[in-house]
């Protein structure tokens, strides 16, 4: 049984920052990306970041400058650095395993909110 467990979110003032972080357990093959999504009430779900296992990083046009996305793949884990948040940065962030298999995994999901 494959579970991802967030962890990081939680209140903050505009300019701050925080850092979540996101790990697998149990067994998964052959993790072909890791990434980072959100959805704020009222809008659908978009997203924010994703890292491939080669490393190749693509980031939403709303986080550039702000947001950066790591990985260990040893560990499993996938990690979102936040700064200079600001209050539309307000949301439920979820992570989101890739395989080659096409098979998506996903975390519970972990509340931010940016305080102005």
């Known amino acids: 049984q494959v579970q991802l467990v967030e962890s990081g979110g939680g209140l903050v003032q505009a300019g701050g920052s925080l850092r979540l972080s996101c790990a697998a357990s149990?067994?998964?093959?052959?993790?072909?990306?890791m990434g980072w999504y959100r959805q704020a009430p009222g809008k659908q779900r978009e997203l924010v970041a994703i890292i491939t296992v080669s490393g190749y990083i693509n980031n939403a046009d709303s986080v550039k400058g702000r947001f950066t996305i790591s990985r260990d793949n040893a560990k499993k884990t996938v990690y979102l650095q936040m700064n200079s948040l600001k209050p539309d940065d307000t949301a439920v962030y979820y992570c989101n395993f890739n395989t080659a298999g096409a098979r998506a995994y996903w975390g519970q999901g972990t509340q931010v909110t940016v305080s102005s």
């Open positions: 149990g067994t998964i093959f052959s993790i072909n990306a």
